[in-house]
């Protein structure tokens, strides 16, 4: 049999709610399709930093590479610990030093849930890249506190890494409705920006099958809005996908319903899981928070693992939950009666 090993960072918040749920409905499906999961729970969090005075301790990347996959829950806690120290002390080292490039999230209604948009049948799959970027954290600040004060962010786009994220985007389009839009800011960005485009049609000439479209940032918010059917995959930058994929959750009927994985394409280091909501700090702990999302983001991690079969029947058992009813709307089922439901449509 099968098994794999599974670093669960509940984080903060309702990060530990919705964690705890979806791996109940990950060991049913472990169980019911004979493989194995040994998760390892890591309290790496805002509160083992008021602790140890860091996110994570020193040799957290070193633990962690030995994992088949990680799994986090969400990462905050801002009245005590500012985003910028949670963000850049746990989230952003893992992805980082795991080479996690693709950052994948699907965009759909799942069955029985309205969004706010008159389209309903669309299936957008946003990638963004993951590890440089806006989010490269080159810059700095001098003369703080004074007059003359000066804060510089230095955004990185390497070669390598917009061929590979590109690339990724067009692999993905060859599997599902080969059509890839590229999006970007190149009027306004004269130097990123229009490398990126240049890319862009560069490796478009290899993907003859797929249609390319190329989009700015602004443009593409208001198609996600009033097109969003004429959609397949979307690739941008950290920044832009970033913003863009909170809107793709938006429409899909709430952050309580987006998934997301991080991707080490080449497998030689665990990809990781996660959410893409925050830690909500003012219900954590209240048996209120919608785990769907959490849930749909195990079943991606088993998609990677190579368990298809498991992954298909919690997003039907996710399906047919949300299609009874069960967690489409915010409050109108407890964190313990949406995971019920799932567990008892997997499990029968």
Known sequence: ????????????????????????????AASRFGFGLSPETFPWSCEYYHETGAMMPEDGIATLRSFDAIFLGAVGWPKTVPDSVSLHGLLLPIRKAFNQYANIRPHRLLDGVEGP???????????????????????????????NEVAVETTIF???GVERILRFGFEQARKRRKHLTSVTKSNAQKHAMVFWDDVTRELAAEYSDVTVSQMHIDAMAAKMVMAPEQL???????????????????????????????????????????????????????????PTAAIWSGAMMLEHLGEAEAAKAVLTAIETATGDGIGIRPGSHTTDEITAKILGVLEN
């Open 1 to 28: 049999m099968k098994n794999y090993t599974i670093a669960v960072i509940p984080g903060d918040g309702i990060g530990v709610d919705v964690t705890n749920a979806a791996m109940k409905v990950m060991d049913a």
């Open 117 to 147: 948009l008159k389209a309903s049948a669309f299936d957008i799959l946003c990638i963004r890249e993951n590890t440089e970027g806006e989010y490269s954290g080159a810059g700095g600040r001098v003369h703080q506190g004074k007059s």
């Open 158 to 160: 390497t070669r390598e």
């Open 232 to 290: 397949d995959v979307v690739v941008a930058s950290n920044l832009f996908g970033d913003i863009l994929t909170d809107l793709g959750a938006a429409i899909q009927g709430g952050l309580g319903f987006a998934a997301s994985a991080n991707i080490n394409p080449d497998r030689s280091s665990p990809s990781m899981f996660e959410p893409v909501h925050g830690s909500a700090p003012d219900i954590a702990g209240q048996n209120i928070a919608n």
